[in-house]
């Protein structure tokens, strides 16, 4: 087969369908992995902080799995990216929160160089 082309069967016919490629994000950001830290998923990844730039201000969003529920990369990092993009008030969990303010906040800052008081997390603390 063909690179990108990819056969589907339909009636004992053969379709292909052409399929795009994902585009790669232009924009830099920073992806940081949050692992579970007891039980049987020990140091498994259960979330994902990203920080990306918007405007002139750095956005930082979160996702983190429920428990029972199988960790995915890539669906954690959209629902950390339409975070940012769309905003939530989503109550932040204590291990997002622990780990944004423990230096991902410093972190985001000084790697896209703007002012500490640019950094914006998305969401609400209790």
């Not at 940081?32 to 140091?43: A, D, E, H, V, W």
């Given at each position: 087969m063909i690179e990108g082309i ?121």
């Open positions: 990819y056969g589907c069967c339909f009636d004992d016919d053969i379709h292909y369908v052409q399929r795009e490629k994902p585009k790669q994000q232009a924009e830099p950001r920073i992806i940081q992995y949050i692992r579970s830290r007891r039980g049987k998923t020990r140091n498994q990844p259960v979330g994902v902080i990203i920080a990306r730039r918007v405007d002139n201000k750095v956005k930082i969003g979160w996702s983190l799995c429920r428990r029972g529920d199988h960790f995915n990369k890539s669906i954690a990092r959209e629902i950390a990216d339409s975070r940012i993009d769309k905003g939530t008030e989503a109550i932040i969990p204590h291990e997002v929160e622990n780990l944004t303010l423990n230096g991902f906040a410093d972190r985001a800052a000084r790697y896209f160089r703007v002012p500490q008081n640019n950094v914006e997390i998305i969401g609400s603390c209790l």
